[in-house]
């Protein structure tokens, strides 16, 4: 009479033009999609990156966390929504962002691993077919052999006109990490690797304003992308800030090759390494503390930040931009987690 006992309703999912599926009690989109086996945008699955981004058409949702640090006001206002921190209320419709560069699947071959630090190197892969991608995207790896799950990295080079059949990325050695330390080890080499590209929403934006570009970690690859990618186009001609967070000066890399890129820019090109934990006694005679902190109201004036590195770094960086006076909006970034393996 009172229909106790009775099962909660389950709520119909729409993605697009595809059929309804069934999603469970409690279920987001995002994992909802991934269950019925439909392929939907993603990356870091706890709301820090924006890559399950999708158009709320109909229907009503439960979002578990504030989307306005990772969504434009206009995304906002066309009524966008994390997939990954929605619940449905009700029978949903979502539309997924157009990405021309999607759904790329190839397998490659793992041929060497470059020692960058004491932790980070640079792994290359030679794929059967090329993938395009735009600078500062990312890709997701799974090796062919073993049950080691995908996870995502950022391509560390622009990609090539016609696309690249070799690719590389910039990896750290994560504490426990399955699939980074599998990267890492020599035995890998000449081991198989499904790769599926081009995933992620980080790439330089157009305009003609400074550039202020934040690195921690292995962060530092997407955004060495990025401005390569930038010499090929009128971008060179902009200001950049490149500021890169480490420990020690063990932990710089790719120093030689910023060096470079500094040589050919036209403009201002500022390279800012910052060491948070160097002896008081070396002979460095750079800035010292956190990174954030290096951070000025020149660079942050009529300027776009790109962001790159861990979770804690990225919250800092854009609360001191936007109260430096930057536009939230001209805030973009790419959260690199140990939950992503990155």
């Known amino acids: ?36 086996g439909i392929a939907f945008p993603h990356s870091c699955k706890v709301g820090g990156c924006a890559a399950c981004k999708c158009k ?43 990405n021309p560069l999607a759904n790329q699947h190839t397998t490659g071959t793992l041929t060497r691993q470059v020692m960058l630090t004491h932790d980070i190197a640079e792994v290359f892969l030679t794929l059967d077919d090329p993938v395009r991608y735009l600078p500062g995207q990312h890709a997701s790896l ?9 996870r995502c990295y950022s391509f560390a080079h622009r990609c090539h006109e016609d696309g690249n059949r070799e690719i590389s990325f910039f990896v750290r050695r994560v504490p426990n990490g399955s699939f980074s330390n599998w990267l890492l080890d020599p035995a890998s080499r000449d081991q198989r690797i499904a790769v599926e590209a081009s995933l992620g929403d980080f790439h330089l ?35 950049v800030f490149l500021l890169m967070g480490a420990r020690r000066q063990r932990d710089l890399y790719y120093t030689d090759e910023i060096r470079a890129l500094q040589q050919r820019w036209r403009a201002t090109f500022a390279f800012i390494p910052v060491l948070s934990e160097e002896p008081a006694d070396s002979d460095w005679r750079g800035l010292r503390g956190w990174v954030t902190e290096a951070l000025t109201p020149e660079m942050a004036r009529n300027a776009q930040g790109y962001l790159c590195g861990p979770p804690p770094m990225i919250d800092v960086a854009i ?23 990155r």
């Open 56 to 98: 709320l058409v109909s229907g009503q949702v439960r979002e578990l966390t504030d989307k306005s640090y990772l969504l434009s006001k206009e995304e906002i206002r066309d009524n966008f929504i994390l997939g990954c921190q929605s619940i449905p209320l009700s029978d949903v419709t979502v539309e997924l962002p157009v």
């Open 205 to 239: 934006r157009p305009g003609n304003s400074a550039l202020v570009c934040m690195a921690g970690g292995s962060g530092l690859s997407p955004l060495i992308s990025l401005l390569e990618g930038a010499c090929d186009t009128d971008a060179i001609n902009r200001p």
């Open 142 to 150: 799974r090796p062919l052999q073993g049950d080691i799950p995908a």
């Open 319 to 341: 609360e001191r931009l936007t109260a430096l006076g930057m536009d939230r909006d001209a805030v973009f970034f790419d959260k690199f987690s140990d939950q992503t393996a």
């Open 1 to 36: 009479m009172f229909g106790w006992g009775k099962r909660s309703q389950e709520h119909k999912l729409v993605i697009g033009e595809q059929p309804p599926v069934a999603l469970a009690k409690n279920e987001t989109v995002l994992n909802g999609a991934l269950r019925h």
